[in-house]
């Protein structure tokens, strides 16, 4: 029925390497043939296109990162670069590929598709979950999760020893992992940048709660805030008169054993894109809204900003800085 190929473009997720695992057995029981592209779109170009089979995806299943390798790509934004991606897919006689990326990855993969007819499915995956158009990205379960387990050590030694702890969290400009983060850890505070804020609106209620015997405050915040870590500790000291810690979490979010979320969405993602493919779906991104998969176009998927539910906003209740 015909070669399909895979790869991996821009930030690796905890869930990547289920969706290759899965990807190869899915393919070989549609009876086409798998192959994995190398280091991302740098591959295409470089040719590291590689046949694969059972053994080749066995016992990843478990791991974080890619198998294959991600790469960002300044080549593949040029035609003549794009051009020689196609003559090496052509080589191997591979018609259709599974893109496992972010929003850029797919604006390069329409244009990709537009100039040389390449038909592909998308799968969003970025532990942001910034991509518009979806509720689920691919690695976002495992990276809350390596975050709720942090935030849950440092509450430990911050009770101890009556500290306010700033936490920082990945995001860019997007501030669903220190949301969701701040709900589930039950934090004092919590500033995204999707939120103004005035910290002064704070300092009456956190000195009266130190005067009635607070200990600690846990404070967790976007990268994306316009205030750095520093600045926050620096006001818990000075306005709140309680000494303070910082803690950059960094990409030590990216990684860890896939959760059983994200290894199950792999497989979903899997199947319904390579479904999608085969029944003539040429250019669209697989998409997880309201329990369900659905396919929909690059433009309302990369070519939109996404925006963190209002309902999800309110469980923050006082915490978030509005």
């Not at 934004?77 to 090496?88: F, G, L, V, W």
């Not at 050590?153 to 220190?178: N, P, Q």
């Not at 008169?241 to 899997?270: C, K, V, W």
């Not at 999608?276 to 396919?295: A, P, V």
Request: proline share 2%; hydrophobic share 40%.
């Amino acid at each position: 029925m015909g070669n399909i190929a895979i790869l991996c473009s821009g930030g690796d997720v905890s869930g990547m390497n289920p969706a290759i695992k899965y990807f190869v057995e899915y393919s070989i029981a549609k009876g086409l043939t798998p192959y994995l592209v190398y280091d991302g779109f740098e591959g295409l170009i470089d040719n590291k296109i590689v046949s694969a089979s059972y053994q080749d995806v066995s016992g990843i299943i478990n791991r974080g990162g890619t198998k294959i390798g991600s790469a960002r790509s300044k080549r593949f934004m040029e035609a003549s670069y794009r051009k020689i991606a196609k003559e090496n897919l052509d080589k191997h006689r591979i018609d259709k590929l599974v893109v496992l990326g972010g929003d850029g990855s797919f604006r390069g993969m329409e244009k990709f598709y537009e100039e040389q007819g390449i038909a592909f499915t998308g799968i969003p995956s970025t532990i942001d979950n910034d991509i518009a158009g979806t509720d689920y990205c691919l690695g976002v379960d495992t990276a809350l999760n390596i975050i709720r387990e942090a935030l849950d050590a440092i509450r430990d030694t911050a009770s101890s020893f009556k500290r306010a702890f700033v936490v920082e969290t990945m995001g860019r400009d997007c501030g669903y992992l220190a949301l969701v983060s701040a709900v589930t850890s039950g934090a004092e505070l919590c500033l995204i940048p999707e939120v103004s804020y005035d910290l002064r609106k704070y300092e009456a209620r956190f000195r009266q709660e130190l005067l009635e015997g607070r200990r600690y405050f846990l404070a967790v915040i976007s990268e994306g805030v316009r205030q750095s870590s520093q600045e926050i500790a620096a006001w818990f000291e000075e306005k709140i008169g309680i000494e303070s810690r910082i803690t950059i979490l960094g990409h030590i979010q990216r990684g860890g054993n896939p959760t059983s979320r994200d290894r199950l969405m792999a497989y979903r993602f899997i199947a319904f894109g390579i479904d999608g493919l085969l029944r003539g779906e040429k250019d669209k991104i697989c998409c997880y809204n309201s329990g369900k998969l659905n396919y929909k176009s690059i433009a309302d998927v990369a070519n939109k900003k996404y925006e963190i539910e209002p309902a999800l906003m309110e469980l923050a209740g006082p915490c978030l800085g509005n």
